[in-house]
Structure formats: C-alpha cells, structure tokens
C-alpha cells in the first residue's frame, strides 16, 4: 500500500480494451454515446445531485453513461465525486491513487487532491494504486467527465469490502466539504450471465429496490456497484432524493447473444423539491389519465397499462396523487404515499380509483367526463423530521411546498401541499393535519410522528 501522493498522471488502464486508444476514436466514440444518450439531456434547470451510470465497453453501455452523465450537463461544480466497486483487487475500505490526475488518450484530468487529501487524515479511506491499477469503473466515466466538464477535477473512489455506513459516512463527509457540494457519479453495472430472460426480470427488481428507496437490500447480484449504490442512498445527503430512470438496456440488444447477458440502467437522483417531470412526460401521464377514465366508463373495468408506450421515466416506480376536478370544486381524489409500482402503472390505477372509488362521491358518468379537470401530484420520498414541540416543527416548515404525514395513536393523517392554498399558515396546517387523522387540534405527545415530503403538480389546462 502506498500512502504518500506523488504528482505523475497515471496512465489509463483499459484503454484499449473498454474504449479506444486512439484519441480522435475515442472523441468520436464519446460524441457517438452522447448523441445516443440524449434521452438523458435536460433544458436548464435542477440538476441531479448524484447519477447511477454503466461502466461497460462503450459498444455495450456506453450511450447509457452518456445518459447519466448528459444529466448534470449543467451543472456548475468543481469535483465530480466517482464511486466504483472494485473488480480485480481485494482490499478492505475505500480506496484512491496516489498520483494527482489521469493520463487518457487525448486529454488529461486532475484528482481532486485536497478532497483525497482530507479523506486520508479522517481515516475514511486510504491511498491504495493497486485498486485502480486495473479498475475500469472509474476510467470509462472519465472520457464523459473530460468532455462535459473540461475542467472539472474528479475524486476516484475504489470500494473494497466496506460496510455501507462507511461509505455513507464518505458522501456526506465529501457533500458538507464545501458551500456548493460535489456531483456523484455511482459507477455499476447490473445483472451479470443470466439469460436475457432472466435478466430483465432481475434488473426489473433491482430497478425497483432503487427507485422505491428499498437500496440497502441491493447486493453484488443485483448490482456490481451496489455498495457504491447502498452507501450513497443510506447518507443523510442521499437519502430521500427523487430517483428519476433515464434508461435500462441489455448486452443482448447488442451482441444478439441472449444465452450470458449483462444489464445496464442509467439514473438521476434529484433534491426532493425540484421539478424534473419534462413536458413530454406530464403529458403522456396526463393523457394515461384521461384516457382511464374512459376505458372504465366504456368496460367497466380496471384498464391495462402497456407499459412499453411510456418514456423511461416514467416506466420509473414513482407515487402520484390523482386529483379530479369539476367546475373547480373536488370530484374525487386518490393516491399513493410511496412509490410501490411503476409510476405509469400507479397514475392510471389511481385515476380510476379517484373517480370510482372515493367514497366521498358517487362514480363518475360518462356524461361528465368532458367536464372533468385532470390534476397528477408526483410525491417525494418522504423523511421523517425531528422537533421538539409544535412550535419547533411549525418553525421548520415551508408553506406551499411542503406534504407531511402524521402518526400517532394508531391514527394517520396526510396533506398534501396543495392544502397550503386553504391552510396558509403553518399552526393551521399542522392542526388541520391532527383534526384530518382523528386527533384533537392541541394533541401532542412523545410519540406523535411526522414525515415531510414535495410534490410535483400539473395539470390539464396548463401550459
């Protein structure tokens, strides 16, 4: 083990073998992916906070990672954070090189030192070469960082057999370092020589565990970088982010070899208030809605979802609140807290429950139907909060933007934001909550529970 940095470029380790050599081929073969990868791109506006991208050759995976890494295109930092299992070394922690950048084909690209530097001296992880000597985790990230981000540093970090709070103690360490905190890129694969049959239904799963917030169950069968994964979403700055898919993908697509496959998906990982459904997507969603209604008028039935028509992310597991509306007062209104199912799959079921089986309304009639306004709220994972008294958490939250759930006694009640708009102070919010899940308007005890998340609204008539 080498523990003293020194100041060489260390040269690639797998040019060659994951992406060309040559820097001309390697520039295009980059361009290419992007292009490829504009399923990944966003107008200006929030940026993820951290990305899940493929780490294969680039004929396999490598339109995925220009997904992931099209995603922070804008944003404005100045180290980029890379989480990569290691696939060749054995080792205990985590662990970085000791020179200061890398040396690729065409460019080079500095390592955040003072990062490394200060990691070193809180013993959260330690300078290791032979962990990279061989490693293609982090370098099939770099051509994408060089090429998006010029002159971005990167901190590569290799993780051996580190438990997840570790590496969870590493991401907040990293995100509070600096006023404005760093991009993660969390460098995995998924499944690994199953059939493409087995495979999708495995990398179904897996897609579930992480975008339902269920990641501390992923092991190395579901992802190769599942530690990278786990750490991150078990940090206090990873935990409870919207999980957006950009795109799964199969080895098989491309080889056509269907008998050993490997499975790739692309995510983004946003803040829990910011708006990320595009308008492409809140229209399709929107239109899933309307068009349920319809079928359950015309059948009587519960519609079929055809999942493959939907974008990316929105075959996502997500929860939505369906709201129905006519001539601006309530028709019915339904919805799921957690994500629990694909976010196409939840709007449709939830659209239909909101007009037929919300027991404050009688069923809705085909001759209403064209009367109805459409609303979707798209929720947060939640979190729960820490308060002292009632005073504390009215303090603590922000009208307008802010849901919550409250427990307590064997009862439970939900606002959405929305309520704000009837609600508008945060005393009368808090004690409409109590009143709406059973409890006195002054109750309050020890053990009285309350969760926060966001919503994403839109509706019909908006632009």
């Given at each position: 083990?080498?523990?003293?940095?020194?100041t060489s470029y260390r040269p690639?380790?797998?040019?060659?073998?994951?992406?060309?050599?040559?820097?001309?081929?390697?520039?295009?073969?980059?361009?290419?992916?992007?292009?490829?990868?504009?399923?990944?791109?966003?107008?200006?506006?929030?940026?993820?906070?951290?990305?899940?991208?493929?780490?294969?050759?680039?004929?396999?995976?490598?339109?995925?990672?220009?997904?992931?890494?099209?995603?922070?295109?804008?944003?404005?930092?100045?180290?980029?954070?890379i989480l990569s299992p290691s696939?060749?070394?054995?080792?205990?922690?985590?662990?970085?090189?000791?020179?200061?950048?890398?040396?690729?084909?065409?460019?080079?690209?500095?390592?955040?030192?003072?990062?490394?530097?200060?990691?070193?001296?809180?013993?959260?992880?330690?300078?290791?070469?032979?962990?990279?000597?061989?490693?293609?985790?982090?370098?099939?990230?770099?051509?994408?960082?060089?090429?998006?981000?010029?002159?971005?540093?990167?901190?590569?970090?290799?993780?051996?057999?580190?438990?997840?709070?570790?590496?969870?103690?590493?991401?907040?360490?990293?995100?509070?370092?600096?006023?404005?905190?760093?991009?993660?890129?969390?460098?995995?694969?998924?499944?690994?020589?199953?059939?493409?049959?087995?495979?999708?239904?495995?990398?179904?799963?897996?897609?579930?565990?992480?975008?339902?917030?269920?990641?501390?169950?992923?092991?190395?069968?579901?992802?190769?970088?599942?530690?990278?994964?786990?750490?991150?979403?078990?940090?206090?700055?990873?935990?409870?982010?919207?999980?957006?898919?950009?795109?799964?993908?199969?080895?098989?697509?491309?080889?056509?070899?269907?008998?050993?496959?490997?499975?790739?998906?692309?995510?983004?990982?946003?803040?829990?208030?910011?708006?990320?459904?595009?308008?492409?997507?809140?229209?399709?969603?929107?239109?899933?809605?309307?068009?349920?209604?319809?079928?359950?008028?015309?059948?009587?039935?519960?519609?079929?979802?055809?999942?493959?028509?939907?974008?990316?992310?929105?075959?996502?597991?997500?929860?939505?609140?369906?709201?129905?509306?006519?001539?601006?007062?309530?028709?019915?209104?339904?919805?799921s807290l957690r994500a629990h199912?694909?976010?196409?799959?939840?709007?449709?079921?939830?659209?239909?429950?909101?007009?037929?089986?919300?027991?404050?309304?009688?069923?809705?009639?085909?001759?209403?139907?064209?009367?109805?306004?459409?609303?979707?709220?798209?929720?947060?994972?939640?979190?729960?909060?820490?308060?002292?008294?009632?005073?504390?958490?009215?303090?603590?939250?922000?009208?307008?933007?802010?849901?919550?759930?409250?427990?307590?006694?064997?009862?439970?009640?939900?606002?959405?934001?929305?309520?704000?708009?009837?609600?508008?102070?945060?005393?009368?919010?808090?004690?409409?909550?109590?009143?709406?899940?059973?409890?006195?308007?002054?109750?309050?005890?020890?053990?009285?529970?309350?969760?926060?998340?966001?919503?994403?609204?839109?509706?019909?008539?908006?632009?």
């Amino acid at each position: 083990m080498n523990n003293q940095p020194h100041t060489s470029y260390r040269p690639s380790a797998v040019a060659g073998r994951f992406f060309p050599a040559e820097a001309s081929v390697l520039r295009s073969a980059v361009e290419g992916c992007i292009e490829k990868g504009k399923v990944g791109l966003r107008p200006r506006g929030p940026v993820p906070l951290a990305v899940i991208s493929p780490h294969a050759g680039y004929t396999y995976s490598g339109w995925l990672t220009g997904a992931a890494l099209l995603a922070i295109t804008h944003a404005k930092v100045q180290s980029i954070i890379i989480l990569s299992p290691s696939h060749r070394h054995a080792f205990d922690g985590v662990a970085m090189p000791s020179s200061n950048g890398y040396d690729m084909p065409g460019f080079k690209i500095e390592i955040d030192t003072d990062a490394r530097n200060m990691l070193v001296s809180s013993g959260l992880a330690h300078i290791e070469d032979a962990a990279h000597d061989r490693e293609h985790g982090v370098e099939t990230q770099l051509p994408f960082v060089h090429r998006l981000h010029p002159k971005t540093r990167v901190l590569p970090l290799v993780i051996g057999r580190a438990e997840t709070e570790q590496v969870a103690q590493i991401v907040d360490w990293l995100a509070a370092m600096d006023d404005t905190p760093p991009l993660f890129v969390l460098s995995s694969d998924l499944s690994h020589f199953l059939t493409k049959e087995d495979a999708l239904k495995h990398d179904a799963g897996t897609a579930r565990l992480i975008e339902t917030g269920l990641s501390e169950h992923l092991t190395s069968a579901h992802a190769c970088g599942a530690r990278a994964v786990k750490g991150f979403m078990a940090s206090e700055f990873g935990r409870g982010l919207r999980v957006q898919r950009l795109a799964m993908a199969n080895s098989a697509d491309v080889t056509g070899d269907e008998a050993r496959t490997v499975g790739y998906g692309a995510w983004a990982m946003f803040d829990a208030t910011d708006q990320i459904i595009l308008p492409g997507q809140r229209l399709e969603l929107l239109k899933a809605a309307r068009q349920a209604l319809q079928s359950r008028i015309r059948t009587g039935k519960m519609p079929a979802v055809n999942v493959a028509s939907f974008s990316a992310p929105s075959r996502g597991c997500g929860a939505a609140f369906v709201t129905l509306q006519r001539e601006g007062r309530l028709r019915g209104c339904i919805g799921s807290l957690r994500a629990h199912q694909l976010l196409a799959q939840d709007v449709v079921e939830n659209t239909v429950k909101s007009g037929f089986e919300d027991p404050r309304f009688k069923p809705v009639s085909a001759a209403e139907l064209a009367q109805l306004k459409i609303k979707i709220a798209v929720l947060s994972p939640s979190k729960p909060m820490g308060f002292g008294d009632q005073q504390d958490l009215e303090n603590q939250l922000v009208p307008g933007r802010d849901g919550l759930i409250l427990s307590d006694q064997g009862k439970r009640g939900v606002f959405l934001p929305m309520v704000w708009e009837s609600l508008p102070t945060p005393k009368a919010f808090v004690d409409g909550l109590k009143v709406k899940a059973g409890l006195p308007k002054d109750h309050w005890s020890d053990t009285l529970r309350i969760d926060r998340f966001c919503a994403e609204s839109f509706a019909e008539d908006e632009s």
